[in-house]
């Protein structure tokens, strides 16, 4: 079974600042089933990338998504005091299962 | 409204069983997968498995294999997840979750629902 390991665990950055989170699969990964979604406290997780590079509705361009293969990047361009949240990448395989990573908290420096 | 609508918290002792419910509105229940993903408190998410509404396939996290059951009535447009022999680590939030079609992802959430695992 794939594994998604999510990296760095935590985050710490300030407002404005630049978020690379990366996201790497024990094995090669359709980009086409490839998403990363924003959970807050007390709230269902968001969608904001789809396949790998596509924003969701309603999402901000500064969030953008990259990779292929075995590792992929969500990136926040500057971040805004609302994108302070857990990140997790998710993959839907050929074997017809789900995985998600396990998550990177971006938390206020 | 397109929504889905979970059942309200549960409590159970160690192995006893839950069923949690998830109505759909707003869309064609029959045209999208219905996946259940549950979260324990302070951790990540973790997939259960999914049923297909229109035909009442079901596929499971290996995990959870013989202790999860899937299953729909499409009359009333609601998905259910039924889990056994409950244990203490088995205490989550389960959230029921509709998948678009093409890229497998989750683009619609229940608000989810606390089960309690506690003797």
């Known amino acids: 079974e794939i594994v998604l390991t999510q990296s760095p665990g935590t985050l710490s950055l300030s407002p404005g600042d630049r978020a690379t989170l990366s996201c790497r699969a024990s094995?090669?990964?359709?980009?086409?089933?490839l998403a990363w979604y924003q959970q807050k406290p007390g709230q269902t997780p968001r969608v904001l990338i789809y396949?790998?590079?596509n924003r969701a509705t309603g999402i901000p361009d500064r969030f953008s998504g990259s990779g292929s293969g075995t590792d992929f990047t969500l990136t926040i361009s500057r971040l805004e005091p609302e994108d302070f949240a857990v990140y997790y990448c998710?993959?839907?395989?050929?074997?017809?299962?789900?995985?998600f990573g396990g998550g990177t908290k971006v938390e206020i420096k | 409204q397109v929504q889905l609508v979970q059942s309200g918290a549960e409590v159970r002792k160690p192995g006893a069983s839950v069923n949690v419910s998830c109505k759909a509105s707003?869309?064609?229940?029959?045209?999208?997968?219905v996946h259940w993903v549950r979260q324990a408190p302070g951790q990540g998410l973790e997939w259960v498995g999914w049923?297909?509404?229109?035909?009442?396939?079901?596929k499971y996290a290996q995990k959870f294999q013989g202790r999860v059951t899937m299953t729909r009535d499409t009359s009333i447009r609601t998905a259910y997840m039924e889990l056994t022999s409950l244990r203490s680590d088995d205490t989550a939030f389960y959230y029921c979750?509709?998948?678009?079609?093409?890229?497998?992802?989750?683009?619609?959430w229940g608000r989810g629902t606390l089960v309690t695992v506690s003797s």
């Open positions: 094995q090669s990964v359709s980009n086409t089933y």
């Open positions: 049923i297909n509404p229109h035909s009442g396939g079901t």
């Open positions: 396949g790998a590079s």
């Open positions: 979750a509709r998948v678009q079609k093409g890229y497998w992802h989750f683009d619609l």
């Open positions: 998710q993959r839907y395989g050929s074997s017809l299962s789900l995985t």
């Open positions: 707003g869309y064609t229940f029959t045209g999208n997968f």
